[in-house]
């Protein structure tokens, strides 16, 4: 019912930086949340950042300073904007999203992820 598409991984050095994003679409009528998570091999799923319909912010404490979430409403989709990025940074990036659909239930979903490398 929803379908979410992420962009913007890659290769790059350690101090550069990338922004992700991620476009959902489908049966929506409003967002109640968007985020982005990430998953390094052989460490636990971690969330980074979340933003709220109502513009509130949550963020690991691991990219405070360097990654700022942001979204365009008009076209529901949640950006995450990289900085100073580290090798640990490393990881596969997911996109998490709650949305209040057409049929007046809640859709949660999780994208297929976008892979950043970040080399030393």
């Known amino acids: 019912q929803v379908q979410l598409v992420e962009s913007g991984g890659g290769l790059v050095q350690a101090g550069g930086s990338l922004r992700l994003s991620c476009a959902a679409s489908g049966k929506i009528v409003s967002m109640i949340a968007m985020g982005w998570y990430r998953q390094a091999p052989g460490k636990q799923r971690e969330l980074v950042a979340t933003m709220t319909s109502g513009g509130n912010t949550n963020y690991a404490d691991s990219v405070k300073g360097r990654f700022t979430i942001s979204r365009d409403n008009a076209k529901n989709t949640v950006y995450l904007q990289m900085h100073s990025l580290k090798p640990e940074d490393t990881a596969v990036y997911l996109c998490?999203?709650?949305?209040?659909?057409?049929?007046?239930?809640?859709?949660w979903g999780l994208g297929q992820g976008t892979q950043v490398t970040v080399s030393s």
């Open positions: 998490d999203a709650e949305f209040n659909i057409v049929d007046g239930s809640t859709w």
